[in-house]
Every structure is written in structure tokens, then in C-alpha cells.
């Protein structure tokens, strides 16, 4: 995902006032790891306040889910409440909506892992350094694998 769609998904839901914690890819590259994310992974507050205004940012991106069947379902505040893992396709690219992290984290409990970062002239939370290293190693996958040896290395 190019850099300058990522800050656009990001500015989007940061106009929306949107409450979330930039996991995956994402807080890798804002804490300096040179790598390129396929999309944008957040953990928003699951408050049904925050949900609308969630789905306000994500009708402005026209946000629909990836569905093989290639049916166009847009998301609504009971399918986020619904699934663990919403995929979504957006006019910016992709944007994955979590309920957790491994180990099990949701958004209050992130909240307390993360801190503020400046992106071009928005404050995203974002998980920090710690914390992202714990969810690649809790995950076992082989691209996080290969993510974790940079986030060690910026780590020290």
C-alpha cells in the first residue's frame, strides 16, 4: 500500500473521530520499519458510538467487504460487531477491522500498549514497539516471522 493512501485511510478516520489502535503493517512502518504493508490494520473501540462514526468514515471510502463470491456487502454495525475480522476493500486499498490482536488483545487493552504518533498533521494511536513484537510472535504466521527480525533489529 503506497504511502500516501495509507495517511489518506488514516486522515479518514481520524475526521471521523474514529477511536482506534493502528496495528500490523501499519504501526510497523510508523515505528520505522522499512517495509511495505498490503493494507491497513486497526482495532477500533467496539462502543456503539464509535462504531457509527466508523461506518460514517468508511461509506466516505466506500468501503466494501472482500467477498470471493464477489458480492458488494457493505458494512454495517452489526456485521463489525459480528465477525472477529472484518476485511474490507476500499477506494484507498485494504482496510482490515479487528476486534483482537494475539495474544487476545481488543482496544482497551491496546490502548494501554500504544501511544500517539504525528502523521502529517493527524495524532494516530498506534501499538507500540513491545506490543506489535507480541502480537507477530503470538500470531506464528511466516509473514509476521519475517516482519518480527525487523522490529527486533529496531527494537535494539
Known sequence: MEATRLAELLRALVRH???FVLVGGGAAVLAGAA???EDLDIVPSFDPENLDRLIGALGEIDAIYVDPAGRR???TRERLESHRLNLLRTRL???DVLRRVEPGLDYLQLVERS???E???S???TLDLDALIDSKEATGREKDRAHLLILRELQR
Open 93 to 95: 486499498g485494504r482496510l
Open 17 to 19: 473521530r474514529v477511536e
Open 123 to 125: 495524532r494516530i494511536r
Open 35 to 37: 517495509c511495505t504493508p
Open 115 to 117: 501511544s500517539w504518533v
Open 119 to 121: 502523521v502529517e498533521e
Open 73 to 75: 456487502i457493505a458494512p
